[in-house]
């Protein structure tokens, strides 16, 4: 019920190519329709296309076509209308994508899966275990997964009170890879989500350790534009004096504002 709450709560403004992920085909259609009644989604289908093709694989139906719209639906495709106008209508035929590979997982979806899911994935790479992933899909899966892993003989690894049972019992999901008389076991347990702290600055003694009290009894003294002892005080030209060996001219290089005609991130991604 949480979950379904949670996917209500999503809507085309706020969606995207992590979060797509937690989302159903009946979720993407309810959220087109909404976007119509907000008069939102015909200025920025493209864009919202992307994000939603970034899980999903999207077929556009023409001309209500009936034997089309079976031979997807046997697919196990969702089908909709969805309007972009006053009186234009497209038809979607839309799936979720099958994470089954390796190379399905990305920083954006890897969160999305369970830990048994991902060791099924990986148990499909061709039954090679831990090492014989690139080092980029270990980043990836390592981005979302606690994982370690341990090589022992098949009549040790399951001995009483050792590394298997005890993270076992820690929540750990565990896929065993034959390699001879040795296995190799590979723990996965999904990472708690952490919040990144923000720092807030209220003001200039929020720089401090916190104690208030340390420098109240401190005087400072300002002598930042008192000259040194050994400073000349150079007297200031009169007009008469100023000749092309003492004058100087410092020109305005602007407040580097960006040019008022640029377009906008938006702009740029509705003309691609």
């Known amino acids: 019920m949480k979950e379904e709450n949670k996917n209500k709560a999503l809507s085309l403004k706020t ?3 992590s979060s797509v992920w937690d989302v159903q085909e009946n979720d993407i259609f309810r959220m087109l329709d909404a976007a119509d009644k907000d008069g939102e ?3 920025n289908l493209r864009h919202i296309a992307d994000i939603i093709r970034s899980a999903f694989m999207i077929e556009e139906i023409k001309d209500d076509d009936k034997l089309l719209q079976e031979k997807y639906t046997k697919q196990g495709y969702k089908v909709g209308t969805i309007k972009v106008g006053d009186d234009a209508k497209l038809q979607w035929a839309i799936k979720k994508r099958p994470i ?5 997982l990305t920083y954006e979806n890897i969160r999305h899966i369970t830990a048994a899911k991902l060791l099924e994935v990986i148990d ?12 980029s899909i270990q980043d990836i899966i ?3 997964f606690d994982i370690s892993t341990t090589t022992l003989p098949k009549d040790r690894l399951h001995k009483k009170g050792g590394m298997y049972e005890k993270k076992v019992a820690d929540g750990y999901e565990v896929l065993e890879v034959a390699k001879g008389t040795w296995v190799e076991a590979i723990f996965a347990k999904l990472k708690p989500e952490t919040i990144k702290p923000r720092m807030k600055f209220d003001d200039a003694s929020s720089f401090g350790d916190g104690d208030e009290d340390d420098d109240a009894d401190v005087e400072i003294i300002d002598d930042y534009n008192k000259p040194d002892e050994d400073d000349v005080e150079l007297e200031e030209p009169d007009d008469d004096d100023i000749n092309e060996n003492n004058y100087r001219t410092t020109f305005d290089l602007g407040d580097g504002d960006e040019d008022e005609d640029a377009e906008s991130l938006s702009d740029y991604i509705a003309d691609e």
């Not at 089954?100 to 399905?104: A, G, I, L, N, S």
């Not at 499909?124 to 080092?135: A, T, V």
């Open 142 to 144: 390592e981005s979302g």
């Open 41 to 43: 989604l015909k200025e």
């Open 124 to 135: 499909r790479n061709f039954g090679g275990g831990w090492d014989s992933l690139s080092q």
């Open 15 to 17: 969606l995207t190519k």
């Open 100 to 104: 089954t590979r390796v190379t399905d």
